[in-house]
């Protein structure tokens, strides 16, 4: 059973029915296409490499320009590719659904996690679903449920705990014909503390929003505010309001328990999101890949250390230097530093910088489940495995 019908709730469930093991997909929203809570960016490296539906995909953008607090100091980027593309998330959701079930997956909308239990060779699992409560037994449970996963805390797995609060409008588009599409981004520690404000307008849909540190931060407030702000400088619809969305963004890097014998975490659930950029949708889909082959390694050939390296102190490390940059972004909290950043990313010495942040490559490192196995250990990661072995020992007296 996997739980949460987002992104990587359906790649991973998808992939799963697709190497032959039995999959219910279940989420408690009734239309996946309700209470989006991603802008729905994909990155290039993203569109490269996934077969994303084409249709359900706005126009590609190559622009980025980036604006001091005081609006007067900016830097825009070009790229020679079409770097990002904004997707109809909604429309997105319901293809990949169509997908998972024709691959054979069982998709229950409208259910509700209410608990989740290790026993002996199973997970007990109770739903609810318009009101009943229903007992299910599944011989493995998977958490793409979110940010707060639910799943993490019924089976003990660990929780993200650092996080970015955000809201975005969606309006119409305001670009004439022609006009290229640009992603606007603002550093702004007031505005918006520890993180950006952004305006992506593709000619088919405005994406406006804000996000930043929970503590220094009122998202509905600061959105309103940075709307106002935008008058005059850039193009911005006067139409009325599309859609609404929130939430939490988890930015505290790749979780350490994120694998038992009974079930695994992906996406935000597993902390799979950049501490810097907040980009998640590239790396939930490249884990849930991975996923789906340690689940295959186990449930099929009973390959305890397919657990081990999904959770390797290895992973985890590909995130060092964006938490140190997050940890950089965290400490600039007034506008003149703000300023005298920006100011130095547009110097020859650190300009490279800014578009390797917004074009580069780097995501949630893609590796297969045999390079993963194969790589060299140094003797704080055979430690860290060690760990590993005893706890999901303890996690059941169960065998596949």
């Known amino acids: 059973m996997v739980v949460g019908a987002g992104l990587a709730g359906l790649a991973c469930a998808r992939g799963l029915a697709a190497a032959g093991i039995q999959t219910v997909l279940v989420d408690q929203k009734r239309a996946l296409g309700e209470r989006i809570h991603t802008t729905g960016i994909f990155v290039r490296r993203t569109l490269e490499d996934f077969a994303l539906p084409d249709a359900c995909l706005g126009p590609p953008v190559r622009d980025v320009v980036l604006y001091a607090p005081s ?15 904004v997707g109809d998330m909604a429309a997105l959701y319901q293809a990949l659904r169509e997908e998972a079930a024709a691959a054979g997956v069982q998709v229950r909308t409208g259910h509700r996690l209410l608990s989740a239990r290790a026993a002996r060779g199973a997970v007990e699992i109770e ?9 299910f037994s599944a011989g493995f449970l998977v958490g793409a449920d979110g940010a707060r996963s639910p799943v ?17 409008d969606v309006l119409p588009s305001a670009l004439g014909g022609g006009e290229p599409p640009i992603m606007h981004c603002f550093i702004d520690p007031e ?3 520890g993180y950006l404000a952004w305006l992506v307008d593709d000619g088919h849909q405005a994406h406006v929003g804000v996000a930043g540190e929970p503590s220094r931060f009122r998202p509905l407030a600061a959105l309103a505010a940075f709307r106002a702000s935008l008058a005059g400088l850039v193009p911005l619809s006067s139409g009325v309001r599309i859609e609404r969305r929130g939430g939490r963004i988890p930015v505290g890097g790749l979780l350490r328990r994120i694998a038992s014998e009974r079930a695994l975490l992906v996406g935000d659930a597993a902390g799979a999101v950049s501490p810097l950029t907040a980009g998640g949708l590239d790396p939930c889909l490249r884990q849930s890949r991975l996923a789906v082959d340690v689940i295959r390694a186990w449930l099929g050939d009973g390959r305890r250390e397919a657990l081990e390296a999904y959770q390797a102190p290895s992973l985890r490390r590909r995130f060092r230097g964006r938490m140190l940059m997050r940890r950089a972004l965290d400490r600039l909290q007034s506008k003149s530093a703000a300023e005298l950043a920006l100011a130095a990313l547009r110097a020859p010495p650190l300009a490279p910088l800014a578009s390797r942040v917004f074009f580069g490559r780097g995501s949630f490192p893609d590796l297969d ?6 790589a060299p ?10 760990m590993a072995r005893l706890r999901l020992g303890r996690d059941a007296e169960l065998a596949p």
């Open 71 to 85: 609006r007067r100091r900016r830097l825009a980027l070009a790229s020679r590719h079409d770097e990002f593309r």
């Open 127 to 135: 739903l609810e679903e318009s009101g009943r409560r229903r007992r």
């Open 152 to 168: 993490a805390a019924q089976l003990g797995l660990d929780r993200n705990r650092a996080f970015l609060i955000g809201a975005e």
């Open 191 to 193: 505005l918006a503390p």
């Open 369 to 374: 489940l045999e390079a993963l196995l194969a």
């Open 377 to 386: 250990t140094s003797a704080r990661d055979r430690l860290s495995a060690a």
